[in-house]
C-alpha cells in the first residue's frame, strides 16, 4: 500500500494550515470536486459545496484581514486556536484508510508542524507589524499566500519533493523559533516598558 501520497498530503494540510487554513480547506475541496485531487473518505466532507462555500467565504477574509497591520496579529492570535487543533485532524484524516497508529502519529505530527508553521508566521508578523509603512505587511503577506498554495500544491501532484522541502523548512524552524521568540518579547517589552533588570 503506497503512503507517500497521503502522508505528503497530510504533512501538506498541516504545514499549509499554519498559515492559510481555510485557503486549504477551500483549494483541497475544489481540487477533489474537479476530479484533480482523489480524498480519502475522511476527507470527502471537504468536497461539500456548503463547505466549500463557507470556506471559500472565510479564505477571502482572512486574505483581506491579513494585509492589515496590527489586524493580521489580531487575527492570527485568535487563529492559533484554531488552526493548530485543525492541521492537526487534517493531517490524522488524511490518512483515514491507513492504521489507526498512522492516523494518531499523523495527528500529533501534523499539530505539531502546523504549530510551528503558525508561530513562525505570527511572531514574523508581528516584527513586521513595528515599520511604519504598510508595504511589507502586504507583500509579507502576499508572500505567505502564495507559499501556503504553492505548498499544498507540491504535496497533492509533487509528494516527494514536497516532503524533503518539508524537513528542511523543519530545521530551519528549529533554528528560527528561538530567534522570533525574543524577537517579539523585544517588541513587546519596547510597547510595554519591560527591561531586563540590571
Request: net charge neutral.
Amino acid at each position: 500500500m503506497d503512503v507517500l501520497q497521503p502522508v505528503a498530503l497530510a504533512g501538506g494540510m498541516a504545514w499549509a494550515s499554519g498559515m492559510r487554513l481555510y485557503a486549504v480547506l477551500f483549494l483541497a475541496g475544489v481540487l477533489a470536486r474537479l476530479g484533480y485531487l482523489d480524498l480519502p473518505a475522511s476527507l470527502s466532507i471537504l468536497e461539500n459545496p456548503w463547505i466549500i462555500g463557507l470556506s471559500g467565504l472565510l479564505c477571502v477574509i482572512e486574505f483581506l484581514a491579513d494585509k492589515i497591520a496590527i489586524v493580521d496579529s489580531l487575527w492570527d492570535g485568535i487563529q492559533g486556536f484554531i488552526r493548530i487543533p485543525a492541521g492537526a485532524l487534517l493531517a490524522a484524516l488524511a490518512l483515514g484508510g491507513h492504521d489507526p497508529a498512522w492516523m494518531v502519529a499523523a495527528g500529533l505530527l501534523g499539530g505539531a508542524v502546523t504549530a510551528g508553521t503558525h508561530l513562525a508566521k505570527a511572531g514574523s508578523r508581528a516584527m513586521i507589524n513595528t515599520s511604519p509603512e504598510p508595504f511589507s505587511n502586504i507583500a509579507a503577506s502576499l508572500g505567505e499566500d502564495a507559499l501556503a498554495v504553492s505548498g499544498l500544491w507540491a504535496a497533492i501532484f509533487y509528494p516527494a519533493l514536497f516532503l524533503i522541502l518539508l524537513g528542511l523548512f523543519l530545521l530551519l524552524l528549529i533554528w528560527l523559533l528561538p530567534k522570533l521568540g525574543r524577537g517579539v518579547l523585544a517588541v513587546f517589552g519596547g510597547l510595554f516598558g519591560w527591561t531586563k533588570k540590571q
